[in-house]
């Protein structure tokens, strides 16, 4: 290791050390070191208060657009359900909808605002059923 690269590791475990004292201290440590600086207590809190809300805002971003893309590839892959399979959850799918006297067209298209399914939905709600139907005969002995 040459002399610039142990200096600059030792540096950074003297950073890390005061990063521990801080993170470490009680409340009336950090103003008691407030006060021996010199430091106005409020802008000190104001200005860690706004250094947290960048780094939460700098690291959100980058996972809100990392579950885009997640949402959008996956909205590209084509189904890996059968059309026999299709068939049959379509039919629950009618009967669902049909719900023996209840409301269920009504709860299957409140977030469309009242407004049927579209075709597009409708795909995705017949794969959502049978992957479920998949997840609950998993574990059943009789398949």
Do not use: H, Y
Request: include cysteine; proline fraction near 3%; hydrophobic fraction near 35%.
């Amino acid at each position: 290791m040459t002399r610039k690269n142990r200096g600059r590791n030792e540096l950074q475990r003297i950073s890390d050390a005061f990063d521990e004292d801080i993170l470490n201290a009680s409340p009336a440590q950090l103003r008691e070191l407030l006060a021996e600086e010199g430091l106005d207590q409020t802008k000190v809190v104001a200005e860690m208060d706004a250094i947290l809300e960048q780094a939460k805002r700098s690291f959100g971003r980058p996972k809100l657009d990392q579950a885009k893309a997640a949402i959008a590839a996956r909205g590209s892959e084509p189904s890996n359900v059968s059309a026999i399979d299709r068939e049959c959850v379509r039919g629950k799918l009618g009967a669902i909808r049909s719900g023996a006297g209840e409301n269920m067209e009504g709860m299957m298209t409140a977030a469309r605002r009242g407004k049927k399914l579209s075709a597009r939905d409708e795909e995705g709600a017949l794969d959502d059923l049978a992957q479920l139907e998949a997840l609950e005969n998993e574990g059943d002995p009789e398949e």
